[in-house]
């Protein structure tokens, strides 16, 4: 359990903020599995002033997924703290500030990554948020923005003076991008001086060592991006290779049809976004690869659902060929697993 500023988060394992996946439909169910909280998808500032209808849906959001944690990005200290001020009615429990995203077309211009090359300013930004807000307010950094500027301990304070609530740490520099490894020792070394909850981050592939994070560099709570996409179980301490394929088709049609619901269009646009989620949650499972890719390849949700419950109905007639062949198999196996 952690608290940020007046926000109680019970759990120290969550699904990270990551744009294309981190939605709400996958918010729902990641919750529902044990991450946490929610993070929203980083969204941009400048559109939010804009009125960019397309921007201010991505914080819609259910009351399951509470607490929730908008993040945003920008570059401007007014724009960043008028967006956020116009998105507090929305009703989030916290407001997080983008320090992390390395995208050139973000960190060039100053945003996401870019901060960490203009501290002041994103003291200023926390700072002039703190005092517009009634709720607390986190940063989302990265460990510098290359070997040379690691200047997370000046990040950190910096942060903290300006009055930030908590704060997540990528552990890889901007330069890094996603390359390499992520150092936890850097990590750890913020923990031994930070006096706000500190998230870690960075190359966490199950919750077992989320936990031994947690043990060994004393943080709050572990953030997992990458190997949570398509694998919502990570937070539930089962590893996915123990899951019943039954399980993960129900997984996959809840997930689809929330999208399809969270994203109204004609031309079921809701499964063209789910494909990357479908691609990973195939993963492991041995689920063939051109039934797979002919799958990723339709646009049409009536084709889509025909493939995957011809599949079903091959795996149902092997699963009847083996409970008739196999006595040691009985109803209660078949039932669990088909
Ligand atoms: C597809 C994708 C989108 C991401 N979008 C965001 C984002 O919107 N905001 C953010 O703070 N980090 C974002 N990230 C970074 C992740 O939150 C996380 O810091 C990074 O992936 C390292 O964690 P991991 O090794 O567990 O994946 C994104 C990462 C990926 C792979």
């Keep these: ?12 394992v969550t699904l990270s903020p990551m744009a294309g996946i981190s939605d709400s439909p996958y ?11 929610s993070y929203t998808e980083f969204v941009s500032t400048e559109q939010i002033l804009l009125g960019n209808q397309k921007s201010i849906d991505m914080f819609r959001f259910q009351e399951i997924e509470r607490p929730i944690s908008f993040q945003i990005f920008g570059s401007d200290l007014n724009t960043v703290v008028e967006a956020a001020k116009r998105i507090e009615p929305l009703r989030p429990d916290i407001i997080d500030l983008n320090m992390g995203c390395s995208v050139s077309k973000v960190s060039h211009h100053g945003s996401g990554a870019g901060l960490l090359r203009n501290l002041p300013l994103a003291g200023k930004m926390i700072e002039g948020m703190r005092k517009s807000l ?7 950094i ?6 040379e500027n690691l200047n997370y301990r000046e990040s950190v304070h910096i942060l903290q003076e300006s009055g930030v609530s908590a704060i997540s740490v990528h552990g890889r520099t901007k330069s890094m991008a996603y390359t390499g490894k992520a150092d936890w020792e850097s990590i750890g070394d913020i923990k031994s001086f930070a006096k706000v909850p500190i998230f870690g981050n960075g190359d966490v592939s199950s919750f ?9 560099y004393g ?9 949570a996409i398509g694998n919502p179980w990570i937070f539930s ?3 996915k290779s123990s899951v019943s394929f039954s399980e993960i088709r129900k997984v996959v049609i809840e997930h689809l049809l929330a999208m399809l619901d969270f994203y109204p269009s004609e031309d079921d646009y809701g499964l063209v976004l789910f ?3 479908f691609a990973k949650y195939m993963e492991g499972t041995g689920f063939p690869k051109d039934l797979k890719s002919q799958m990723l390849q339709t646009s049409s949700l009536n084709t889509f659902l025909q493939l995957f419950s011809n599949y079903e109905e091959t795996q149902t007639n092997t699963k009847l060929e083996t409970v008739e062949l196999n006595d040691s198999l009985n109803c209660e196996t078949y039932l669990v697993d088909v």
């Design 219 to 227: 943080v709050d709570l572990v953030l997992i991006g990458r190997k």
């Design 27 to 37: 918010r729902r169910i990641t919750r529902r599995y044990g991450s946490a909280f």
């Design 142 to 147: 990265r460990l510098g923005w290359d070997e």
């Design 1 to 12: 359990m952690v608290w940020v500023g007046n926000v109680e988060i019970k759990g120290d």
């Design 237 to 239: 301490e089962q590893d």
């Design 134 to 140: 009634s709720v607390p307010v986190t940063a989302k």
């Design 208 to 216: 077992y060592e989320a936990k031994e994070k947690i043990r060994k």
């Design 275 to 277: 494909r990357k989620h």
